[in-house]
């Protein structure tokens, strides 16, 4: 079946940074989008950011934009999300999440991971 594991999570310092990382097995990772979703304490499951099958082109949600960057390494079934400038407000679960389709859609989505606890402390 198909796998996505994240990793990197943890807890940082408001205005630190952390990387995440999202590995795929069992699915040809060249051909899905890929995104990364995130739930915080007591909300719902928001967009982060996406990146289509070949990386060229990306799409932030307003929150993130300028601060957070998503990027894949095909060769390697991994999908990364660099957070900068980190603030309290981005303390949630961070899930990755694959999709033949673009633009993302939540909906849209065919496979999730487990998710990976980010908490910001201020």
């Known amino acids: 079946q198909v796998q996505l594991v994240e990793s990197g999570g943890g807890l940082v310092q408001a205005g630190g940074s952390l990387r995440l990382s999202c590995t795929a097995s069992?699915?040809?990772?060249?051909?899905?989008?890929m995104a990364w979703f995130r739930q915080a304490p007591g909300k719902e499951r928001e967009f982060a950011a996406a990146i289509s099958w070949n990386g060229g082109t990306t799409s932030y949600a307003d929150s993130v934009k300028g601060r957070f960057t998503i990027s894949r390494d095909n060769l390697k079934n991994v999908v990364y999300l660099q957070m900068n400038s980190l603030k309290p407000e981005d303390t949630a679960v961070y899930y990755c999440a694959a999709t033949r389709a673009w633009p993302i859609t939540s909906v849209g989505m065919l496979y999730w991971g487990k998710g990976t606890l980010v908490t910001v402390s201020s």
């Open positions: 069992r699915l040809t990772f060249s051909l899905y989008a």
